[in-house]
């Protein structure tokens, strides 16, 4: 049995992680001297451990949930020398790490150092067997003495408190010693006498380069933060903004202006195959678990690329894993809102209003309505799993009918349901008995089945006996609205990882079930350090104010330094309260207002996902505002085949988020940190977006933007600025201040494509300010995991590059023919070349179009001047169109003014 489990455990590696983690490194990347062990893994990060001396124990290779991959075949060139029989040296291109055995800390049994105040320590684990609130040295030594297990003990003396003092079992070395603190056992670890670790970072202005030395005790006092794990809060706008600073304030992230970042990865779970499932659940789809970390080693990782901050997010990813590519239509635009919806008015009152407006729809979700909410005492109404069907009569038939071309969209849409998994399963669920007996409850007692993922049966039962079965197959993705309950607890980063728990859970489990013909989502909170391989991001319950706007636009860009890219937030915000009169009544003007900022943010952010607590998010209902409304989301929907290819090639690939901070490419100007209300999107947008409200005279509010070196065309064109510089401009309703890097062509589509299909017309949008750029698309199906094989049938790439300007009276562009293909990719596709403005920029009419040497002719089927506000097709700007063309062809389009 136990052999079967480990086969098990391995072939699951290979399926729920794609094939590609291996948390085995290459036997080359090792170097192991005496009790300590490091693994060169790129040429800028290196992994330290440090085993107890005569342990019985080896080091440990399991994945971690922080480090899932160790293994590569380009191990990074390297040297090893040994100053002395007692040292060692290991040199990269980046570092130079020095270790000395006989400087190690390790004491033995029943004996103390004689100097360990404010020495690095251990992590003290209160719920150990051995764990004893009131014991004498003496027993705490013996103790000590006969575990096999443990890495060192603690004696801490009494206190006034207590008659005896306390003895603690020590995991690794994240927490400090007291100095009258007795230490038993042998301990060797890390210390700022035996190992230091040198590599230059450039200095601030970017001139020279200083030398840095790590030692265990440095401290990284000029981190870049992370993300919060959610922006819940009740009380009031300003007070939760307080709260944000202050949680946000403590957060770290894997970037630092100090050039360097260390993991404790000693006491976070390892993913083990040491399981017993229950034999009457579904074998078929079992996913690896954890165990606690009770092993006797010493694990840290430390990242050494200076400020090279794409260089670090690279080499997390390598040992954290790749941040996956959500389905297409996640990118579109999504439908929310709490409110009791039965079918037929969700129909009337949501879908009719798109399509009746021709505004795009990809992604519809329910909250927690769609289930039912009994009055019966020993259930509850908050969770539950089965479909109230006086509200929806036939729910399977409901479910196929959104995913058909027969709702009023006319095209498919994508469902997600909101759960709160916290409460359990009771007695007025469906199949409760089944559920309860699974887990060892007699149905007979109407006992509530506790939940907790952190129990295999728990787990599997609640998917087989729910998730997985009819009605609630065909639902697309789970939206797990809570904190988490049961699972891996004692971590160096957190007391409480229960909700990376579930967001892996949900997530590695509907992986196995859908058999890759499906990309899982799973909306949920952050879960802490590797929840990036579980996305998306949800931030919860917020206030629907601009101060609430203002912290999204900041936080949501620094989760990009833990590779938390996927972040989705209620565009609108979730509640009013007090000193808040909210943005869900479209007769108030400000609050419209608010609510038009918060979707043109939502246009250039993650995810676009509208949401509140029963308040009006229909923005036909906004009269004030609906037109630019309206515009927000032609845009969002439009930016598709930009953010998918960059989801693809730079998020998936190499670890960068869509929407990530300016000091990534410009770490050596100040104003790249300063200005945290400005990020790039994708690598070709700068975008700046509102968060004040506008002037009651003027109707436009000020912005103080700072634009980085090199030109940068406004969004319409009809401006280039020279960078680097810092701009003041005055913004009405219509405006999202945006840039484009000139020799960036940027791929767009129209409303009349759908994120869920082939983008068809595909647009390619030239900005004035340079004589040549390139841009490309890359496209698949849009929902399977096909794009983790790359080959030519799992995805298309089709480029295009110019030359010229309308400036200089000529330009040309070239469209190259798609190479590779996917299931049921088109054959044909129009393309559209638009020059922002073109009319602006003095010139007259284009003396001659040709589009592969053949003449077009003006009108809208040809070549046009669009002359209408619009922030996908520009005023102002030239468009022409190629006509329908073999998706292999080879275009070219000349301009001659």
Avoid at 376 to 388: A, D, E, K, L
Avoid at 504 to 522: E, N
Avoid at 642 to 661: A, D, I, N, Q
Avoid at 856 to 873: F, N
Wanted: charged fraction near 15%; hydrophobic fraction near 30%.
């Amino acid at each position: 049995r136990t052999v079967g489990r480990v086969l098990l455990w391995f072939s699951l590696l290979l399926v729920v992680w794609a094939i590609t983690y291996n948390p085995v490194a290459n036997p080359r990347a090792i170097v192991t001297f005496e009790n300590v062990r490091f693994t060169v893994l790129t040429s800028t990060l290196v992994r330290m451990e440090a085993l107890r001396k005569n342990s019985p124990h080896k080091f440990d290779d399991r994945p971690t949930l922080d480090v899932v991959n160790r293994y590569t075949d380009h191990v990074p060139h390297y040297t090893v020398s040994h100053p002395d029989s007692s040292s060692i040296v290991i040199q990269t291109s980046s570092f130079t790490l020095t270790y000395t055995s006989k400087n190690s800390n390790a004491s033995s049994i029943c004996q103390h150092p004689q100097n360990h105040t404010d020495q690095t320590g251990g992590t003290r684990v209160p719920d150990h067997p051995h764990h004893l609130s009131a014991a004498t040295w003496e027993q705490c030594c013996s103790y000590c003495h006969d575990d096999n297990y443990c890495t060192a003990w603690v004696f801490s003396p009494p206190a006034e408190r207590f008659q005896r003092g306390e003895c603690w079992l020590l995991m690794g070395v994240s927490g400090t010693f007291k100095a009258q603190d007795r230490i038993f056992g042998e301990v060797s670890s890390f210390n700022d006498d035996n190992i230091h670790v040198k590599f230059n970072v450039s200095t601030p202005d970017g001139k020279s380069t200083k030398t840095v030395t790590w030692v265990p005790s440095s401290k990284n006092q000029f981190n870049l933060h992370g993300t919060l794990d959610a922006m819940d809060c009740y009380s009031t706008p300003t007070q939760c903004t307080n709260e944000y600073h202050a949680t946000y304030n403590s957060t770290h992230g894997l970037l630092s202006k100090d050039g360097w970042y260390a993991i404790d990865d000693t006491s976070t779970a390892r993913f083990t195959n040491n399981i017993d499932p229950n034999p009457n659940l579904n074998l078929e789809t079992m996913i690896p678990w954890y165990s606690e970390n009770l092993t006797n080693h010493q694990d840290l990782y430390l990242f050494t690329a200076g400020l090279n901050y794409r260089q670090t997010l690279s080499d997390y990813k390598f040992i954290g894993g790749a941040i996956p590519l959500p389905p297409r239509t996640a990118l579109g635009v999504w439908w929310s809102r709490y409110y009791e919806y039965s079918q037929q008015t969700f129909t009337n009152e949501v879908l009719d209003g798109y399509a009746q407006y021709h505004l795009p729809l990809s992604q519809v979700v329910l909250d927690m309505d769609w289930h039912i909410e009994p009055n019966v005492p020993g259930c509850q109404t908050w969770g539950g799993y089965t479909f109230n069907t006086q509200l929806f009569p036939h729910p399977e038939s409901f479910i196929s009918w959104l995913h058909s071309n027969s709702n009023p969209l006319k095209h498919p849409l994508k469902l997600l349901l909101n759960i709160h998994p916290q409460t359990g399963v009771d007695h007025c669920q469906q199949r409760y008995e089944t559920m309860a007996e699974l887990n060892g409850i007699n149905p007979k007692t109407n006992m509530t089945v506790p939940c907790n993922f952190g129990n295999y049966t728990f787990m599997k039962s609640l998917f087989d006996v729910y998730l997985d079965a009819q009605p609630l197959a065909g639902v697309d993705s789970w939206w797990t609205d809570y904190g988490g309950c049961g699972g891996p607890m004692n971590d160096a980063n957190s007391d409480d990882r229960s909700l990376f728990w579930n967001n892996y859970v949900f997530d590695t489990h509907l992986q196995q079930h859908y058999k890759g013909s499906k990309r899982p989502l799973v909306l949920s909170r952050y879960g802490g350090l590797g929840n990036h391989r579980y996305p998306i991001g949800f931030s919860g319950d917020t206030f629907q104010a601009f101060q609430t706007l203002e912290w999204e636009i900041q936080m949501t860009q620094t989760a990009a330094n833990v590779l938390f890219g996927w972040w989705s937030h209620d565009i609108g915000g979730f509640h009013t309260g007090k000193d808040c009169p909210g943005d869900g009544n479209p007769q108030n003007i400000t609050g419209s207002e608010l609510l038009l900022r918060w979707l043109q943010f939502g246009s250039v952010a993650p995810i676009f996902r509208t949401h509140c607590d029963h308040c009006e998010r229909r923005i036909w209902k906004f009269t004030y505002h609906f037109y630019w409304m309206s515009h927000a989301m032609f845009l969002r929907n439009g930016l598709v085949p930009y953010t998918y290819t960059f989801g693809r090639e730079s998020t998936f690939e190499k670890g960068v988020s869509l929407v990530h901070p300016l000091y990534y490419d410009y770490a050596t100007h100040s104003e790249s940190y300063s200005f945290t209300h400005q990020y790039m999107f994708g690598d070709s947008i700068l975008a700046a977006p509102i968060y004040t409200p506008t002037n009651n005279q003027t109707r436009t509010t000020t912005s103080k933007i700072w634009l980085p070196p090199g030109n940068w065309s406004n969004w319409n064109g009809t401006k280039v600025i020279r960078g680097p510089i810092t701009i003041t401009e005055s913004y009405g309703w219509q405006d999202i201040p945006l840039f484009i890097k000139p020799d960036h062509i940027i791929p767009l589509q129209t409303n009349s494509s759908v994120v869920s299909s082939f983008s068809d017309p595909l647009i390619w949008t030239i900005a004035p300010g340079s004589n040549s750029g390139r841009g490309r698309v890359w496209e698949d199906d849009g929902n399977s995991n096909d794009y983790l094989n790359d080959n030519n049938n799992n995805g298309a790439v089709t480029e295009a590059e110019y030359s010229g300007s309308v400036e200089s009276g000529k330009i040309e562009i070239k469209i190259a023919g798609t190479k590779g293909r996917f299931e049921g990719m088109p054959g044909k596709r129009e393309h559209i070349v638009q020059l922002r403005g073109a009319k602006d920029l003095g010139k007259k009419e284009p003396r001659l179009v040709t589009v592969n040497g053949e003449v077009v002719k003006k009108g809208v089927r040809g070549w046009y001047y669009a002359e209408e506000y619009g922030l996908v097709v520009t005023e102002g700007a030239l468009v022409i169109l190629t006509g329908a063309m073999a998706v292999g062809s080879d275009i070219v389009v000349n301009v001659n003014f």
